[in-house]
């Protein structure tokens, strides 16, 4: 068994007395974790997006400025990649990554509701005038198979229902404007 002499311990005890009282007291350094505000994010693409609400739809964004995320700094126009999900009354974008150069790093972050509307593809003037006309047919063709002839009245009834079964039945999509800001809370 191998001893320390008794005479070492006064040199170990000198030696802590001898430092500088801040240096034996100093608090220890911690990781601080960093909460990043709101991430402005925005379809990168010049075309108006059609979303089913229904659908998960991979897609990137791009940073519209400059912002730190969990402490570091990403300039704006870097690429956030993730997908739209369903969710009640919309979607949902919900972001994996962001690229920053040629790094990519994880991010946690979603979007609030992006809520659905009547697809204006299909209830526009000329969606309207084509269910319309289509209905207009129709009534003309049920005028002449249960009246006998085709009047005012089941062209117009006709042409009306269309109108209104073609409105009514138009799908639900989300729709993304080009350059829309979409607000993302990192988690």
Excluded: C, W
């Amino acid at each position: 068994m191998k001893t320390i002499p008794f005479a070492t311990l006064p040199l170990v005890l000198v030696g802590l007395a001898g430092m500088p009282q801040g240096l034996i007291n100093a608090p220890v350094a911690q990781a601080q974790v960093f909460v990043s505000g709101p991430v402005q994010a925005v379809n990168p693409t010049q075309e108006k997006l059609f979303l089913n609400n229904d659908t998960v739809v991979e897609r990137s964004l791009t940073i519209s400025s400059a912002t730190t995320i969990n402490g570091r700094s990403v300039p704006a126009g870097s690429v956030i990649r993730g997908q739209f999900e369903p969710a009640a009354g919309g979607l949902r974008y919900v972001a994996t990554s962001v690229e920053v150069g040629n790094q990519i790093y994880p991010l946690q972050a979603t979007s609030d509701l992006l809520h659905d509307v009547k697809d204006p593809r299909e209830t526009t003037g000329g969606a309207i005038a084509r269910d319309a006309a289509v209905g207009a047919a129709g009534g003309a063709a049920l005028g002449g198979i249960f009246g006998r002839r085709v009047s005012v009245g089941s062209i117009v009834g006709g042409a009306a229902a269309g109108a209104i079964i073609g409105n009514t039945t138009a799908q639900r999509v989300v729709v993304i404007e080009p350059n829309q800001a979409i607000t993302l809370h990192v988690q």
